[in-house]
């Protein structure tokens, strides 16, 4: 890989990871509802379980898509109706100390699992591996990952410390069930490019 392709998939490695989608929206989310020591285990599932994807993607599933681009089109509709499923669950999450539910952050095993189901993180894999690691050779497809993996955790710790700030005002329940209405919307609002891409 040239130091140019390098610099290349550093910058497009960076721009993916640091824009807004479905993982950073529930980062800022859970960074203002559980702080940030709580959401690191979710922070590392996403970064962690983007990197397995990649890697297995790029070892195989990709070829599944090309053999048979109907299982693309089945991935992306169940992929949406649980980003929805998850939308509801963040406008309706209970205030901080209100219940069990409110006291339950994303797990790294939760994280890492999601990626399978966010659109986003499929269409990051693909591309990446299209235009960065096109023979598909192992070495390739590792430096992807090996990418990824450095720049996706301090991207989307900008989302969780975000939140973190955020949390500041969000001390009386309105204001905090108006942040995950919000939170939620944009979440909704992420999946445009997917839908209609």
Not at 1 to 11: D, P, R, S, V, W
Not at 17 to 36: E, Q, V
Not at 98 to 121: C, D, I, M, Y
Not at 172 to 178: D, G, V
């Amino acid at each position: 890989m040239t130091f140019e392709i390098l610099t290349a998939l550093i910058a497009f490695a960076f721009v993916s990871s640091i824009t807004p989608g479905p993982n950073n929206m529930m980062l800022m989310a859970s960074g203002a509802n559980f702080g940030l020591v709580r959401t690191i285990p979710h922070m590392l599932g996403v970064a962690l379980g983007f990197v397995a994807m990649v890697v297995l993607v790029g070892a195989g599933l990709i070829g599944l898509f090309d053999a048979m681009p109907v299982s693309y089109v089945i991935l992306k509709v169940i992929s949406v109706l649980y980003l929805l499923y998850l939308a509801w669950k963040i406008a309706w999450a209970a205030p901080m100390g209100s219940g069990a539910e409110a006291g339950r952050p994303r797990t790294f095993v939760q994280a890492a699992l999601f990626q399978w189901g966010n659109p986003k993180a499929w269409t990051m894999a693909v591309t990446a591996l299209a235009v960065y690691a096109p023979a598909q050779e192992i070495w390739a497809i590792l430096a992807v990952a090996a990418v990824f993996g450095m720049v996706n955790l301090p991207s989307v710790g900008v989302w969780t410390v975000l939140g973190v700030q955020v949390r500041r005002l969000l001390t009386r329940p309105a204001r905090l069930r108006a942040f995950n209405i919000t939170m939620a919307l944009l979440l909704v609002a992420s999946l445009y490019p997917v839908v209609f891409a």
